[in-house]
T-cell receptor
């Protein structure tokens, strides 16, 4: 029962560096999400996807990019890391999708990212 | 704009006590309210989901209530145990099907 798997668990970046946070799920969920969680704050939606080939911006998309080439994978790309992107990042998936009001979200264990 | 607030930010109680966690939201136009548990170094786990037409949901020692008109939800934990120590978050699904999250209540159960 792997569920939602995120890698890496921890990462330190220098300002201006790039990296990709990996997320994969084995539950055949159509919908996938990327959230960030800052200390003392609620989760903020960065991007989401309703299926392979379809992505859309969430509340805080600036500085990030995503792709969804397969149902299983939903990587998050940081192109020019900035200190404001220091946060904990969570990937999540659900089925049948955000339009249904009885869905449950399944979360990965998170990636703690520091940009120095 | 929907805002979700959880007070207190932290709570410490002795083992065995019953306790209530609070969640309030500013806009009653929601589809559902969900409670999650977050353990350090782990992801979030869904505990209970209450549809907007429902008043409460129960799972084991957990009971969540929803009062849309007053913009409030409570999570009741009966006979608390040290294993209940975690951060509890609530989230509401707004009229745009977006989840709006509270900042959470960090719960510590003292043995």
């Amino acid at each position: 029962n792997a569920g939602v798997t995120q890698t890496p668990k921890f990462r330190i970046l220098k300002i201006g560096q790039s990296m990709t946070l990996q997320c994969t799920q084995d539950m055949n969920h159509n919908y996938m999400y990327w959230y960030r969680q800052d200390p003392g704050m609620g989760l903020k939606l960065i991007y989401y996807s309703v299926g392979a080939g379809i992505t859309d911006k969430g509340e805080v998309p600036n500085g990030y990019n995503v792709s969804r080439s397969t149902t299983e994978d939903f990587p998050l790309r940081l192109e020019l890391a900035a200190p404001s992107q220091t946060s904990v990042y969570f990937c999540a998936s659900s089925s049948p999708g955000q339009g249904a009001t009885n869905e449950k979200l399944f979360f990965g264990s998170g990636t703690q990212l520091s940009v120095l | 704009k929907q805002e979700v607030t959880q007070i207190p930010a932290a709570l410490s109680v002795p083992e065995g006590e019953n306790l209530v966690l609070n969640c309030s939201f500013t806009d009653s136009a929601i589809y559902n309210l969900q409670w999650f548990r977050q353990d350090p170094g782990k992801g979030l786990t869904s505990l209970l989901l209450i549809q907007s037409s429902q008043r409460e949901q129960t799972s084991g020692r957990l009971n969540a209530s929803l009062d849309k008109s007053s913009g409030r939800s409570t999570l009741y934990i009966a006979a608390s145990q040290p294993g209940d120590s975690a951060t509890y978050l609530c989230a509401v699904m707004d009229s745009n099907y977006q989840l709006i999250w509270g900042a959470g209540t960090k719960l510590i159960i003292k043995p």
